[in-house]
């Protein structure tokens, strides 16, 4: 797996066909973030089944493709749009738990 520090996490909410390559999916990058694709910022599609994940990224010299299928169950989708989304709810999304069925004690704000 690639390693995750600080860059920015965003998820695109809409089905994505699989088929879709590094060009497809910095089209859809490019779409819908403007100026991140090249930020190293990491970037989530699922299908519409909810068992595939494909995520992109800029990896220094280039961009890198992770995909990964399930044989059981589903990845859990986000019911909001295309947004930016933190580590820990990535981690979730990956273990397939919803990170808005979980109670937290405290919230920390982004500033």
Known sequence: MFSLGSQAIFYYNDPVDMRKGFNGLSDLVAESFPGKLLSGAIFIFLNKRCNLIKIIYWDYDGLAL??????????????RGNIEITRQ???????GIEPYKMNHRYSRKKS
């Open 66 to 79: 992770w995909y990964k299928r399930l044989e059981k169950g589903t990845f859990k989708a986000l019911a």
């Open 89 to 95: 709810e990535f981690s979730l999304i990956l273990e």
